[in-house]
């Protein structure tokens, strides 16, 4: 199909959605009720992950309907495509190939050939960190990791340390430094003893301002405590696709960890880039949670679109973006280890498919990436599951569930679970008015009283959400998830006719950050809007 075709026929296969979805006057309630077996059609299973969807406004029509669609995307054609290493990656002319990060076994292909050498890189590297073979310039061992990168090279390998803190080993601390306001670094490195301390400089581009700044002022802090140039070597690697860069900034080239630019910033925790998950957890766990991806990349290429879990959350999704006018979709993992998941899936998801254009560049007639968001339960249901039950927006939930406790206190986890079922089944029944009279008569108030209450307690319900089940938070379920999200996202590209895998948006305020800097040393130019101009004069 040409892109012409391919553009009408999304437009035309979304009317159709959109008028299936006008003759529909469903409630979940009612699909619930005219099938006590729902949830059997509506489940399924794969690489260790329990995908629960039956709590969703779909009849198998829709199903058929969104498939169909995705066919008509040629969905399966562009998975191979990925796999393959197409350039699916087109404004940049890139394969986007983190499945190749993950491989198994003998290495196949030149890809999975560099990535072998890189693992290996990466094992000799924790080796001697770990047996204290590497020393700091006073004599000391590694004690302490800090990983100074941004974005891709910072969410995804904070966020995978959190959840996997069972893991942890004795005697290394590992920590995330991002932001440039100089707090993170400064209140990162204060209670640390820079004898003892190793810098990762985590940076594809090695080019981005926040971490050069943050390298830099470690870079200063080393010295300060004693070290000479030379010296900086013992407390400084790099992983980068910028050797020169890197090697400019004082790094020896046998502790530059390669990052290849058929890897995506926000796919790349798989890559060296997962170097502090290898420091703080062991080699061994690292390659457990490459394993859960890698038994989750067979499952996505493999299986029938109509049993693929990353392509059932993406049509779901899809269906509520485009006709049920969802702008947002809210992530809720009952696990306190989990509690930076919601931010690593905010990039992969919303830098992915925050795009206006299509492949060839025309603009999009329907809308694109949904707002991610969300925050660990049970906590979130104290701050905004008011608005997921009695607001006005439909908001579309992804509830994660650990069925093993991931503490000695098991009778809390029992809670935990029950809180999370609980949330899901709120979302789908609500509390009709009449419901809520009843209740508050029974509990003793006046006919007048509860009439008037009524209203203010009923909950419309109805809302869809889905639930995933992971036997365990341990680094193969955890690799699946992970790897079950970025197909996800992939396919929800594919559905968009979008490239997933470039991020074009984000150069603007790289620009105007550096004249603004500039200018505040001078003036800022005439032409420039009030409002900035203001703001330069107070703060800057
Ligand atoms: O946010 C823009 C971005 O380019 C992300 O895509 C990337 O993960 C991040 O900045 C950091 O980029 P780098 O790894 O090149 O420092």
Redesign the pocket.
Known sequence: MTSETLTLSRSSAIQQLQSHFEQQKWSLRELFATDPQRTTSFSCEAAGIYLDFSKNHLRQETLQLLLEYAEEQELSRQIAALFKGANVNNTEHRPALHTALRFQGTPKTEHERAVADCRAQMQRFADNIHKEKWLGFSGKPIRHIVNI???????GPRMVVEALGSWHKPGISVHFVANIDGADLSGTIQDLNPEETLFIV???????L??RENALSARRWILASGANEKQLSQHFVAV?SNIVAAQDFGIAPENIFP?WDWV???Y?LWSA?GLPIILACGYEVYEELLAGAHGMDTHFSNVPLEENLPVLLALIQFWYRQCWGAGSQVILPYAQRLSKFPAWMQ?LDM?SLGKSVDKEGKPLEYPSGSVIWGTEGTNGQHSFHQLLHQGTDLIPADFIAIKQPTSELHEQHRWLLACCISQSQALLRGKSIHEARQELEDAGYTHREAHALAPHKAIPGNRPSNTLILEKLDPHHLGALLALYEHKVFTGGCLLGVNPFD?WG?ELGKQLSGKIYKAAEEHAPEDWDSSTRSLMEKLL
Do not use: N
């Open positions: 990168g941004i974005g891709g090279s910072d969410l985590a940076s594809k581009s090695f080019s981005t926040e971490t980068s990052i995506g910033g926000r790349s880039i990039q830098e991020q984000v």
